[in-house]
């Protein structure tokens, strides 16, 4: 059973909608990455965060420490943002385990 | 450069034959990890460096993977005669220590035929 659990795992938004994608985590995971992957590309860190809340232009992310929750937020979607999204959690040993991605399409 | 950089980008191999793939961390950073992604599925945990030393390699699917890093700094990942299941893309990952975000690289792509 994965320790990083994702949802949904697909996404279609149009352009302009507000996107929300979820992960919920189990015990032992001290800290959340949020991550994205293009299409035949590489991956790009968004945010690492173990609690609260960041910012960083259209995107949101929170995380609930209690219920073992964080979600991800696009606000104002456009098609560039089209990627899949990935949820990681940092355990011991510090190696990530990661979810199983929330592909995203946003269409104009 | 900036980032981290894992050559080759694309690599095909025959079925049997030996693969050495490369990754350059950024600069001055400790962990080094590596992760195998297999098509249509998130990454998976396969190694763990911090500097020279492995201290994790629980993620190896078998023993025809082998992963190094005897400087502290560059680590190559080999896999000895491969297989058709071998075939993924391998992402290496670094970060200045513990606790700290992890900067991935472009990956590279093995196909095995």
């Known amino acids: 059973k994965n320790e990083v659990e994702q949802s949904p795992q697909n996404l279609t938004a149009q352009e302009g909608e507000f996107i929300t994608i979820n992960c919920s985590y189990s015990?032992?995971?001290?800290?959340l990455h949020w991550l994205q992957q293009h299409p035949g590309g590489g991956i790009v860190s968004l945010f690492m965060?173990?609690?609260g809340k960041k910012k960083h232009g259209r995107l949101i992310a929170t995380i609930n420490i209690q219920e073992k929750h964080s979600s991800l937020h696009i606000t104002a979607s456009h098609p560039r943002d089209s990627a899949v999204y990935i949820c990681?959690?940092?355990?011991?040993?510090?190696?990530?385990?990661f979810g199983g991605g929330t592909r995203v399409l946003v269409k104009p | 450069g900036a980032g981290v950089s894992q050559s080759p980008r694309y690599k095909v191999a025959k079925r049997g034959q030996d693969v050495a793939l490369r990754c350059d961390p950024i600069?001055?950073?400790?962990?080094l990890f590596w992760y195998q992604q297999a098509l249509g599925q998130g990454p998976e945990f396969l190694t763990y460096?911090?500097?020279?030393?492995?201290?994790?390699k629980s993620g190896l699917p078998s023993d025809r993977f082998f992963a190094e890093r005897p400087e502290g700094s560059v680590s190559t990942l080999k896999i000895q005669r491969t297989q058709q299941e071998d075939s993924a893309v391998y992402l290496c990952?670094?970060?200045?220590?513990?606790?700290?975000?992890?900067?991935f690289g472009q990956g590279t792509r093995l196909t095995v035929v």
């Open positions: 990952a670094s970060s200045s220590f513990m606790n700290t975000e992890a900067f």
């Open positions: 015990v032992g995971i001290s800290a």
């Open positions: 965060l173990s609690s």
């Open positions: 990681a959690g940092k355990a011991a040993g510090n190696k990530l385990t």
């Open positions: 600069s001055g950073h400790v962990s």
């Open positions: 460096f911090q500097n020279e030393a492995q201290l994790d």
